[in-house]
């Protein structure tokens, strides 16, 4: 049965922070909320809990392109191949935001990541899921918890949330109601910035 801890957004309290990372730490999976819609995550460095989530997901983990939920840009290079000037000035006009930019991958990414020739890299305008990155001290891998009702795509309500996958993961975090519009993906690994999928960002910024 999952925990259900509520997190204020404004401030979260340090406890619960600490209490949610132990979970990751662990290998467990913890639901929390971004800028957008509410995610599904663990660790990336852990190899079980990925597996776990794909399951969930029903694909293959080899197949599976996640994104990353890091506090900073400080996180970039420990993931991504250097990037140009222009890139960057993209990225620091973005972030943090309702954006997922696909960059090139290095060679440091996590085992299970290491075939991949590119990263999605968040940066959330949400200070619960920030928190949750710097207790832990490296990403989190992020996948929309998509509702199977065609009319609601996402599901906002935490309460809703938590009945729903109380027996799949270990925490559901409530910050509140979320959003449901998903965040806006653009490809930078080219040099050519592309909009993948409209969303909550504006395509404006590049």
């Not at 913890?30 to 990336?44: A, M, Q, R």
């Amino acid at each position: 049965m999952a925990e259900l801890i509520r997190i204020y957004e404004e401030n979260p309290n340090p406890k619960e922070i600490a209490k949610v990372v132990q979970v990751l730490r662990k290998g467990g999976l913890v639901i929390y909320p971004t800028d957008t819609v509410y995610g599904l995550g663990c660790d990336i460095t852990n190899s079980r809990a990925l597996e776990k989530i794909a399951r969930i997901k029903g694909i293959k983990l080899a197949k599976a392109n996640w994104s990353f939920i890091c506090a900073d840009l400080s996180n970039l290079s420990d993931y991504a191949r250097q990037i140009d000037t222009a890139t960057f000035k993209i990225l620091k006009r973005a972030l943090p935001g309702p954006y997922t930019f696909i960059l090139p991958g290095n060679n440091n990414l996590p085992k299970d990541f290491k075939k991949k020739k590119t990263v999605g890299i968040r940066v959330p305008d949400n200070n619960i899921a920030r928190a949750l990155v710097q207790g832990l001290g490296n990403p989190i891998v992020s996948t929309s918890i998509r509702d199977d009702d065609d009319v609601l795509e996402y599901t906002t309500d935490p309460e809703l949330i938590y009945e729903k996958w109380d027996n799949l993961v270990d925490v559901v975090i409530d910050g509140g109601y979320g959003g449901n519009v998903a965040s806006t993906i653009i490809d930078l690994s080219t040099g050519f910035p592309e909009v993948i999928r409209g969303g909550k960002g504006d395509i404006d910024i590049i």
